[in-house]
Nanobody, 114 residues
């Protein structure tokens, strides 16, 4: 079992920045990523990063968000710049272990005011 602890959400004005963190309770992690779910919408991919550092982003966040990871700390980060009201959502961390188990964080609210 892996526990994920997310932090860094909050309320910010449009154009502002936030940094999300997600710390896993153990290592042996393969891919790590961030997803989000806005009210009345399906959960969607925001960004992912492999153990080798390859990244993938949703088109809507390219150029504004940056995903990174610190393998020594078993932590994944999401730096969010130039935030827009449409970025408002609950953001979830997701990790896939080397033996292919998937774990989700509890979610952190990000609210961007116009």
């Amino acid at each position: 079992q892996v526990q994920l602890v997310e932090s860094g959400g909050g309320l910010v004005q449009a154009g502002g920045s936030l940094r999300l963190s997600c710390a896993a309770s153990r290592s042996s992690i393969n891919a790590m990523g961030w997803y989000r779910q806005a009210p009345g919408k399906q959960r969607e991919l925001v960004a992912t990063i492999t153990s080798g550092g390859s990244t993938n982003y949703a088109d809507s966040v390219k150029g504004r968000f940056t995903i990174s990871r610190d393998n020594a700390k078993n932590t994944v980060y999401l730096q969010m710049n130039s935030l827009k009201p449409e970025d408002t959502a609950v953001y979830y961390c997701k990790i896939t272990t080397l033996n292919r188990y998937v774990y989700w964080g509890q979610g952190t609210q990000v609210t961007v005011s116009s």
